[in-house]
């Protein structure tokens, strides 16, 4: 079946390191810098921001990843020809440590770093940042909701996955074998290709692109970080887990525990994808 494939996230979720990992088993290669996994994964708000669009009528699978929210206008002329959506849903929690940490504030910065959590608790996410085009991303709930809940109607002819990443960190084999066996690209998986693709998509590998994107001029960052720019590194730890926000005071967990508790659609979502605990 041809048609659009959507790799679609929030921001922080994942999403490069999956498509790192989609890269590799789909050329057989390891991707030695940024333009190696665009050019298996194009991404769509890099295409806009050019005047350019995807095919509306793809004669053969295409992959295309965003950060948008489903709902923006801008896909309407895609909907039709979406096969397949797979969405990638990360514990917020971590999405706003590893958002904290492309911020970029010093360490002895204090306030501001107090003061960039309390906006993303208030925003319930971070609505017009920097780390990928503003507009058309959403909160976190919005985000999630418009990719995971009404699909059918949003996108008529397409089925829809949602993985966990912390499910992909926890076996990632398993995972990336039913991610591909879901996008159904025109080949048998093979589950050898399939470890090949993860061990050459590990944190060390993807600081080595990194880097060598820096010294050679392999594309932008996905942050849009010119390569060998003065700014944070992309890659992090890709840490999990239940990390408290008490470092930058008792009264910020406090008030991340209420927003994770409360009746918002932050808590809802948090709560269905077991990030509530």
Same mark, same amino acid.
């Given at each position: 079946?041809? /048609? ?9 979720? /994942?999403?490069?390191? $999956? ?5 590799? =088993? ?23 921001? =050019? ?10 699978? $295409? ?6 929210? !489903? &709902? ?55 609505? $017009? ?23 059918? &109607? ?16 926890? &076996?990632?084999?398993?995972?990336? !074998? ?7 690209? +025109? @080949? ?15 944190? @060390? ?36 887990? &239940? ?30 994808? +077991?990030?509530?605990?």
């Amino acid at each position: 079946m041809n /048609g659009i494939r959507w790799i679609a996230s929030y921001p922080k979720a /994942g999403n490069t390191w $999956l498509r790192c990992m989609l890269a590799a =088993y789909i050329s057989g290669e390891s991707p030695k810098v940024w333009n190696d996994v665009y050019a298996t994964t194009p991404v769509l708000e890099g295409m806009l921001r =050019y005047g350019d669009l995807p095919p509306v009528e793809p004669t053969e699978p $295409l992959l295309l990843k965003t950060h948008l929210r !489903a &709902d923006v206008p801008v896909l309407d002329v895609l909907r039709k020809s979406t096969g397949k959506v797979l969405y990638l849903v990360r514990n917020p929690r971590d999405v706003l440590l590893s958002s904290l940490r492309m911020a970029a504030i010093p360490i002895d910065d204090l306030e501001r770093s107090r003061a960039f959590v309390r906006e993303f608790i208030a925003t319930e996410g971070h609505q $017009l940042a920097a780390l990928s085009p503003g507009v058309g991303i959403g909160s976190w709930p919005e985000n999630v909701r418009s990719w995971t809940e009404s699909s059918s &109607d949003r996108f008529p002819n397409a089925d829809l996955l949602t993985v966990r990443y912390e499910d992909l960190r926890a &076996d990632p084999v398993a995972r990336l !074998a039913e991610i591909m066996e879901f996008l159904a690209l +025109g @080949e048998p998986v093979e589950i050898a290709n399939i470890r090949r693709a993860v061990e050459a998509s590990t944190l @060390e590998r993807m600081r080595e692109l990194e880097q060598q994107s820096a010294r050679v001029g392999g594309g932008t960052s996905p942050t849009g970080q010119e390569a060998g720019g003065n700014g944070p590194k992309f890659v992090g730890e890709g840490r999990y887990g &239940d990390r408290s926000l008490s470092f930058l005071g008792d009264d910020i967990e406090s008030a991340y525990q209420e927003l994770l508790h409360g009746d918002s659609g932050y808590a809802h979502y948090a709560k269905q994808f +077991g990030y509530a605990d």
